[in-house]
């Protein structure tokens, strides 16, 4: 699986950002997804993931309410909305597949190259 995310920017303080990630092959439906990012200095952390079907959902705490990870398996994607975006939101996001249902970086598999968000105050 390829995958390549987009949809990186720079907005202010309480805007709203939909990172997008394109995936190859034709098995898309078949790994469950996932978002994480990373800031400067920090190490990889998770941010949402979505089971293969699109039925399931998890969050870390901190995107609770203000994210929103949902996938189209017809068109072998999976998007992020971001609202009510802050200043430590502001990192790399990357997208990810795994065929493990968790939360961890290293039960990915395949990782897209990654695409900048950065927020203003």
């Known amino acids: 699986v390829q995958l390549q995310a987009y949809g990186g920017g720079l907005v202010q303080d309480g805007g709203s950002l939909r990172l997008s990630c394109a995936a190859s092959?034709?098995?898309?439906?078949?790994?469950?997804m996932g978002w994480f990012r990373q800031a400067p200095g920090k190490e990889r952390e998770f941010v949402a993931r979505?089971?293969?079907?699109?039925?399931?959902?998890w969050y870390t705490d901190s995107v609770k309410g203000r994210f929103t990870i949902s996938r189209d398996n017809a068109k072998n994607t999976v998007n992020l909305k971001m609202n009510r975006l802050k200043p430590e939101d502001t990192a790399v996001y990357f997208c990810?597949?795994?065929?493990?249902?968790?939360?961890?970086?290293?039960?990915?598999?395949?990782w897209g190259q990654g695409t900048q968000v950065t927020v203003s105050s």
């Open positions: 990810a597949a795994s065929v493990v249902w968790g939360s961890s970086p290293s039960q990915y598999d395949y």
């Open positions: 092959g034709r098995t898309f439906s078949s790994y469950h």
């Open positions: 979505i089971t293969g079907s699109g039925g399931s959902t």
